[in-house]
């Protein structure tokens, strides 16, 4: 069975710190490139990083530049999103996907062929 999980949600104070990993099964990442997404209640998913299938091009969302960062680990089948200065605008359901491209072609939904289940990030005092 050909899927991504995503790992590493949870509750966090505003400037702290999570990092969510994406780990596939079933199929190799290696020629997939990986986004980054979240969708908050009452709002549309909104694609926030990418990641080339070599990991050597990257691409963030103007909103979480600067304080995420996106990472992957071929040898493991994972990816990764470091996500730091945490704000509670960016509480939302976090997904990966994967797109059957060598280079990032942007966030439309259309582009990603898999996608994970979420994983919840709560940013709360």
């Known amino acids: 069975q050909l899927q991504l999980v995503e790992s590493g949600g949870g509750l966090v104070q505003p400037g702290g710190s999570l990092r969510l990993s994406c780990a596939a099964s079933g199929f190799t990442l290696d020629y997939y490139a990986i986004g980054w997404f979240r969708q908050a209640p009452g709002k549309e998913r909104e694609g926030l990083s990418c990641i080339s299938s070599s990991g050597g091009s990257t691409n963030y969302a103007d909103s979480v530049k600067g304080r995420f960062t996106i990472s992957r680990d071929n040898a493991k089948n994972t990816v990764y999103l470091q996500m730091n200065s945490l704000k509670p605008d960016d509480t939302a359901v976090y997904y990966c996907?994967?797109?059957?491209?060598?280079?990032?072609?942007?966030?439309?939904?259309?582009?990603?062929?898999?996608w994970g289940q979420g994983t919840q990030v709560t940013v709360s005092s």
């Open positions: 996907a994967a797109a059957p491209s060598y280079y990032c072609t942007g966030y439309a939904l259309r582009f990603y062929n898999y």
